[in-house]
């Protein structure tokens, strides 16, 4: 059955940092490729960054490029995003989920920038 569950999000001023985790179980984490998406309260979900499975090759949504980083650990099976110069229309609920999604979501992170 698969799991994620991410934390790290918060209320935080324009410019600064936070850093999402996202832990994964129930599937085989090291063959998939990973994305973190996020959905602002009235939008669609959006794909912000992925990383692929044995490779890890990186990608990112124009929006984020230069400011966002996304890494994982296929040892511990978590993945994670690093955002920094955050802008207050980061604020939204961030998921981690696969590139191609499981139907499983997990609850998501609030991030929240706001002066």
């Known amino acids: 059955q698969v799991q994620l569950v991410e934390s790290g999000g918060g209320l935080v001023h324009p410019g600064g940092s936070l850093r999402l985790s996202c832990a994964a179980s129930?599937?085989?984490?090291?063959?998939?490729?990973m994305s973190w998406y996020r959905q602002a309260p009235g939008k669609e979900r959006e794909l912000v960054a992925t990383?692929?499975?044995?490779?890890?090759?990186?990608k990112y949504a124009d929006s984020v490029k230069g400011r966002f980083t996304i890494s994982r650990d296929n040892t511990e099976n978590w993945v994670s995003l690093q955002m920094n110069n955050l802008k207050p229309e980061d604020t939204a609920v961030y998921f981690c989920?696969?590139?191609?999604?499981?139907?499983?979501w997990g609850q998501g992170t609030q991030v929240t920038v706001s002066s």
């Open positions: 989920n696969a590139r191609v999604p499981f139907r499983s």
């Open positions: 129930g599937f085989t984490f090291s063959s998939y490729a």
């Open positions: 990383v692929t499975g044995p490779g890890g090759h990186t």
